[in-house]
């Protein structure tokens, strides 16, 4: 199993030429707002001063990179779903999510969130079609599975499972309050870099100078 030993912030962008250039694989994050995406990302990564980096008022809307055990690299995509965002900030958003998926190779599992107790909205199924379309692996995180009981929980899991087209058995559940579902996702992540984590030598990775990729 990964051992989390450190992460650190790399960088923020929105387009392609202000992605940090390196070869980790990046394992992408993304959600409504208000998913729990910062409290996963934390609870993984054993790490608090993360989802401050990414809470840092207008890095909320850019797409943040780190750096975890000179290994490979955590992405948090922004958030969707406000309510108030006007059609040209959207438009943003789309161009922002659509390039990165498009144009990164490095990308190798995608993770997306989604409370366990809604249904999934059109934004959420948009993601999915995105990810078939560019051929990218992704699992389907379901999150704040403490705040419903098990019957209600096998009715949306059964829902979700509907209307993503993702088997149930595949979902993975995870509640931050409950510290569950950490195991489950660096399992998930290890099934698809394990490989790749095995054939590099970390001793020899320099340490990422955060300044370095930011310039
Ligand atoms: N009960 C419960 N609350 C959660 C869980 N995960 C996140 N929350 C709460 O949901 C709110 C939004 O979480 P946050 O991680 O900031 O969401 P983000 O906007 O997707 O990054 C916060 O008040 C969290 O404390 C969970 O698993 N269980
Ligand atoms: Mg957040």
Same mark, same amino acid.
């Given at each position: ?38 409290? #996963?990302?934390? @609870?993984?990564?054993?790490? =608090?001063?993360? &989802?401050? /980096?990414?809470?840092?008022?207008? +890095?909320?809307? $850019? ?64 993601? #999915?079609?995105? @990810?078939?379309?560019?051929? =990218?692996?992704? &699992?389907? /995180?379901?999150?704040?599975?403490? +705040?419903?009981? $098990? ?65």
């Amino acid at each position: 199993m990964i051992n989390i030993k450190f992460a650190t912030f790399i960088t923020s962008a929105v387009k392609k030429e202000q992605y940090p250039q390196h070869f980790y694989k990046e394992i992408a994050f993304i959600g409504r707002s208000n998913v729990g995406k910062s409290s #996963l990302i934390n @609870l993984v990564l054993n790490n =608090k001063s993360l &989802a401050k /980096v990414s809470s840092t008022p207008g +890095k909320t809307t $850019l797409i943040n990179f780190f750096a975890v055990n000179n290994q490979f690299c955590f992405v948090d995509l922004p958030g969707y779903g406000f309510a108030k965002r006007s059609k040209d900030e959207t438009t943003k958003w789309g161009n922002m999510i659509e390039g990165y998926l498009k144009n990164r190779e490095n990308l190798a599992l995608f993770f997306l969130l989604l409370d366990i107790r809604r249904t999934p909205t059109d934004d959420d199924l948009k993601i #999915l079609k995105w @990810l078939s379309f560019y051929g =990218k692996t992704f &699992a389907i /995180v379901l999150t704040k599975v403490d +705040k419903i009981n $098990l019957k209600e929980r096998n009715q949306q899991i059964k829902i979700i499972s509907e209307e993503t087209g993702v088997p149930k058995e595949s979902l993975i559940l995870t509640s931050t309050l409950k510290k569950m579902g950490k195991d489950e996702i660096l399992k998930r992540v290890e099934t698809e870099i394990g490989d790749y984590l095995e054939s590099i030598d970390i001793s020899n990775i320099k340490e990422i100078n955060p300044k370095d990729s930011e310039k």
